[in-house]
């Protein structure tokens, strides 16, 4: 069984600061884990994902996240944060189970960034 | 390449009429589907899942269901909405018959009950 909690539904960072948003996972097999992001009245966008290769993975828009699996962590960083980067951001989990993969969603933090 | 739609993008219903939204998924055969709820200030909650044509799970109890005519279509329909229902409505899809570990998600409908 899969689960996964982001600590924070609130962040707020100035512009130009360093972004961190924690996720922490629980799977009893090998993870597969993912950052999306989502604006306004959209989808969700997939930032990055961790599939069992290089541990600090980078994604689009300036983002990584580090997998550290003593800590069952998978925090999402950004050097300096940028207005444009006010949005919703979810972790998820997924591990593949009979049916196929299965995906557990976080609860979502959403960045607030001040000028 | 892969894409998904999704109609419409808004709706304003009023409560105890029906309802229904539809999502398309190009570029994949026998992916599977899902569609989710956000309700207000809340986290994904997965409604329903489809791994094939007429093959539903549902998740959660509730006056919804979905269906699956083709391989590449998943409908969400109520017979009588409640205010409960209003929400922003996702669909995503696992391309290659879930085997694949990546969702990719459509731009969704807001769905206002009044």
Redesign the interface.
Known sequence: AQSVTQLGSHVSVSEGALVLLRCNYSSSVPPYLFWYVQYPNQGLQLLLKYTSAATLVKGINGFEAEFKKSETSFHLTKPSAHMSDAAEYFCAVSALNTGGFKTIFGAGTRLFVKA | SQTIH?WPATLVQPVGSPLSLECTVEGTSNP?LYWYRQAAG???QLLFYS?GIGQISSEVPQNLSASRPQDRQFILSSKKLLLSDSG?Y?C?F?PG????????????T?LTVL
């Open positions: 999704q599977n809340r986290g994904l791994v922003f996702l995503a696992l018959q879930g085997r694949t570990d990546t969702q990719y998600f459509g731009p969704g807001r």
